[in-house]
């Protein structure tokens, strides 16, 4: 199974709701991220997650809050989101963080906000 | 820091040519090269990477790269094309030295249009 999975596959919400993304994984990963893919653009690297630990934040506004409850568990706590936010949002899976580790991604959640 | 240009926006090819996609990456030390394939609507998918070792790098569905230090190149190449290969086309760099450093960058990408 080398499958990443994401809910809901689309969202819409408003500038003063609380949602939140979804990804799965059990490829034993211990590395798992989420990117922000913008409409003809390449994905942005928005956070890592090494051993269910933050490894890397990109200096993301605080109304993206990442979680990783355990080692197949991804989440993206949305709140008081910007028209601008609106994205495709993907999330990948790799063995280890490390470079030589081929990244796996789901096929993203996408994201409007109203 | 290291960046990835992808100097093709769009490139349009008959189904059956040859194709040639080009990326030039600047990085200071021996990079991470990744080509990924996206499909509308879709995640990335993995053609190919290089580390190290032999420069002409194989890949899925019938990609393959050459990495050329000397141009600062990765340039991805299929001898013949087939209708499915449509779709958007990222080269992306990642800096070495373990531990994921800074993840990856990607270039802006480039369109594959497949003419019947």
């Known amino acids: 199974d080398t499958e990443v999975t994401q809910t809901p596959k689309h969202l819409v919400m408003g500038m003063t709701n609380k949602k939140s993304l979804k990804c799965e994984q059990h490829?034993?990963?211990?590395?798992m991220y989420w990117y922000k893919q913008k409409a003809k653009k390449p994905p942005e690297l928005m956070f890592v997650?090494?051993?269910?630990?933050?490894?890397i934040n990109e200096s993301v506004p605080s109304r993206f809050s990442p979680e990783c409850p355990n080692s197949s568990l991804l989440n993206l706590h949305l709140h008081a989101l910007q028209p601008e936010d609106s994205a495709l949002y993907l999330c990948?899976?790799?063995?280890?963080?490390?470079?030589?580790?081929?990244?796996?991604f789901g096929p993203g959640t996408r994201l409007l906000v109203l | 820091a290291q960046s990835v240009t992808q100097p093709d926006i769009h490139i349009t090819v008959s189904e059956g040519a040859s194709l040639e996609l080009r990326c030039n990456y600047s990085?200071?030390?021996?990079?991470?090269l990744f080509w990924y394939v996206q499909s509308p609507g879709q995640g990335l998918q993995l053609l190919l990477k290089?580390?190290?070792?032999?420069?002409l790098v194989q890949g899925i569905k019938g990609f393959e790269a050459e990495f050329k230090r000397s141009q600062s190149s990765f340039n991805l190449r299929k001898p013949s094309v087939h209708w499915s290969d449509a779709a958007e086309y990222f080269c992306?760099?990642?800096?070495?030295?373990?531990?994921?450093?800074?993840?990856?960058?990607f270039g802006k990408g480039t369109h594959l249009i497949i003419q019947p």
């Open positions: 990948a899976s790799s063995p280890l963080w490390d470079l030589e580790e081929t990244q796996y």
């Open positions: 992306a760099v990642g800096a070495s030295g373990g531990g994921g450093a800074d993840g990856l960058t």
């Open positions: 490829m034993g990963h211990r590395a």
């Open positions: 997650y090494s051993y269910e630990k933050l490894s």
């Open positions: 990085y200071g030390a021996t990079p991470y």
């Open positions: 290089y580390f190290s070792g032999d420069t």
